[in-house]
Structures are given as structure tokens and as C-alpha cells.
């Protein structure tokens, strides 16, 4: 099994940053890739970024693509996600979860295992 808890989110004015972080243990942190989705109030669940494995794939949703950075560290067990230029429709529960494939797949299907979520809010 897998553990994941997050941790760093809140309120935020647009255009600022936050850092998410994605506390794993349990099964071997090198066994899985990571992916970071977010579901505002009334809306779907939605792919946001992704890492594989080993770290050397990223993937980003087009919306997020070139403000949002995702990096894992091997030392901590920690996945983070860096969010810069934030807008008010990043509003959302950021959710991180474990996908055993080890790739790192956009569809929420893929993920086996979830973390609670955390609140960023980003006032306008």
C-alpha cells in the first residue's frame, strides 16, 4: 500500500505562488509514478501533472503548462508541485496519487491510491 498526505496549500492573491508537497511511505517510493489532480465545487476531477518513477518524465495539463513545475525527491519521499502565476481558476482541492504502473497516466483511472487533498484558493 501506499500513503499519501499533502500539505501546503491555502489562499493566495492571483499572480502569486504556492508550493504543494506530497508526503509518500509505504511501499517503495521508487515503484510508482505521481500525479497531481484538482476538483473545484461542481466540477469533474481533473488531471493537472504527473512524474513518472524515476523522475524523468513529466507530464502538464495545457492549462498549467508553463506555470506549474512537478519534482519528486527521492531523499524525502516528497513529491512537490510548484504553482507560480496562479489565477483564480486554480481554485480547487489539489489531490496527489499513486499510479502502480510506475508512468505517470493522465486519467484518474490509473491511480490506485490517494491522498486526503488540500485547499488552494486564489482570490482575484
Known amino acids: 500500500q501506499v500513503q499519501l498526505v499533502e500539505s501546503g496549500g491555502g489562499l493566495v492573491q492571483a499572480g502569486g505562488s504556492l508550493r504543494l508537497s506530497c508526503a509518500a511511505s509505504?511501499?517503495?517510493?521508487?515503484?510508482?509514478?505521481v500525479g497531481w489532480f484538482r476538483q473545484a465545487p461542481g466540477k469533474e476531477r481533473e488531471f493537472v501533472a504527473s512524474i513518472s518513477w524515476s523522475g524523468g518524465n513529466t507530464y502538464y495539463a495545457e492549462s498549467v503548462q508553463g506555470r506549474f513545475t512537478i519534482s519528486r525527491d527521492f531523499a524525502k519521499n516528497t513529491i512537490y508541485l510548484q504553482m507560480n502565476s496562479l489565477k483564480p481558476e486554480d481554485t480547487a482541492v489539489y489531490y496527489c496519487?499513486?499510479?502502480?504502473?510506475?508512468?505517470?497516466?493522465?486519467?484518474?483511472?490509473?491511480?490506485?491510491?490517494w491522498g486526503q487533498g488540500t485547499q488552494v484558493t486564489v482570490s482575484s
Open positions: 496519487a499513486a499510479d502502480l504502473t510506475g508512468y505517470g497516466r493522465t486519467s484518474y483511472r490509473s491511480y490506485t491510491y
Open positions: 509505504g511501499r517503495a517510493f521508487v515503484s510508482y509514478a
